[in-house]
Structures are given as structure tokens and as C-alpha cells.
């Protein structure tokens, strides 16, 4: 008869979610990267990496504010928060 191996506690794997912003509009040779926890944004112009950096800012702003998590936000609610982030 085969012996059990000791079993082990398994912990919960944490949920990952992340946000990639990718700028292709850059020509001044400058490499732009902000990275935080759960985003990053890569390249684009001065202005386009600003507003990329702005528009996830608030975006998770607005998540904190209605107390929900980017990895349990449903894409076409994200989707929504991020147009409503973007500045104009």
C-alpha cells in the first residue's frame, strides 16, 4: 500500500491584474517608463505619456471610490472608468 506523502497548505495564489499603456507617438528619443504596483506606461510623446499616467491615475482613483479591485472589475466596467479618466 502506497504511504501518503504529509499534505501541505496550499495558500491562495493573490489575483494579478495589471495595465499596460503603450505610446507610440514619441520622436524627441527620450524612453519614458512609470511603473507602479499595478500599472505600467511605456514610451509616447511628453504630452501622450502625461496623459496616459493622468487618465490611470484617476482610473484607479475611481476604482478605490467604489471600493472595487482591477482584478475583480469587469472589463466593460474598466473600460468605462478609463473613458470617463481620459482627459480631454
Known sequence: MKKK???RRRTPA???AHLLGLG???ADGHKRITTAE???IVGGSEETHGRMT???VKTFETLKTRRKHLHTVEPHELAEIIH???PR
Open 38 to 40: 499595478q500599472f505600467t
Open 24 to 26: 507610440l507617438d514619441n
Open 54 to 56: 493622468e487618465t490611470v
Open 5 to 7: 506523502s504529509p499534505s
Open 14 to 16: 493573490k489575483a494579478k
Open 84 to 86: 470617463q479618466s481620459t
